[in-house]
């Protein structure tokens, strides 16, 4: 009896604690982009009241309305352009690149500002490459205060226009995600896309498992932290240990070969970035995510069995 009382109170004691944590989310892409339904239904899992936004980010005036109707505790953006089947349509599709990924985010920002609510932006880190600074392969991961280093692509030198524009706002935080894999083999993550490739460079770099660090969000709203994080779990991995794991996990018979970055440039048109960006100051507040290469086995080891299951 002593047990039953003992554990219906620490039940008591949860349930409290959650109803005095819940919040009220507005977020982009929550109702269309990969990412976003993924962060929607965590935070419905956590406790959460989540809207997902039917307003445009090129819409101001009718975000506005959107905020003012929903009252949001917070407003998270994982809304964007990417580009289909990649960063390469951005290249021809400059002008809806520049509304949705420039102007569209600092819209929603700004208005944030003003309703003074905090918000939550979904960036990338595909803006930096390796240089003498940080070699490849030497572990010196580039911090949230250096300066970006690439722009090879239309896509990417819109992305650090919108840093520049936003980081001033001390309202928002700034979370900078690096090729985003998750326990499925969606086409619009990681894994799924260069499963595709015949040919890949084999280059260690920064990559975020959602399932890590996707959960991590709302907690870093209820600490109000602010400015930018580099969203990716520490350390790196290469291409060809990423599909050397989807051969032993998911498919026996897939081959790939290597290709150099050159041979990769000319047939994609468009540089990509490498590079390993440094995770200290995000495990400085999470000390507990795990390692790339652990993340990414475990990733693997839940795709295989949800596919068992099936």
Known sequence: MKAFHRHLFMAYISVFSINIQAKTFLVFGGNTGWIGQKLVTILRTQGHTVHCATSRLEQREHIENEINTIQPDAIINAAGITGRPNVNWCETHQQETIRANLLGVLNLVDLAYQHNIHVTNLATGCIYQYDTQ??????????????????????????????????????????????????????????GKVAQYKKLVNIPNSMTILEDLLPLISQMVERNLTGTYNFVNPGTISHNEVMDLYIQYIDPDHTYENFSIEEQDELLKVPRSNCELSAAKLCNEFPSIPHIKDALTRTFQKIKSQKQIK
């Open 134 to 191: 940080h070699p490849l392969g030497s572990g010196i991961g580039f911090t949230e205060e250096e300066k970006p280093n690439f722009t090879g692509s239309f896509y990417s030198r819109m992305k650090v226009l919108m840093e520049e524009a936003i980081t001033p706002y001390p309202n928002l935080l700034n979370l900078r995600v690096r090729m985003p894999i998750a326990a499925d083999l969606s086409p619009r993550g990681f894994v």
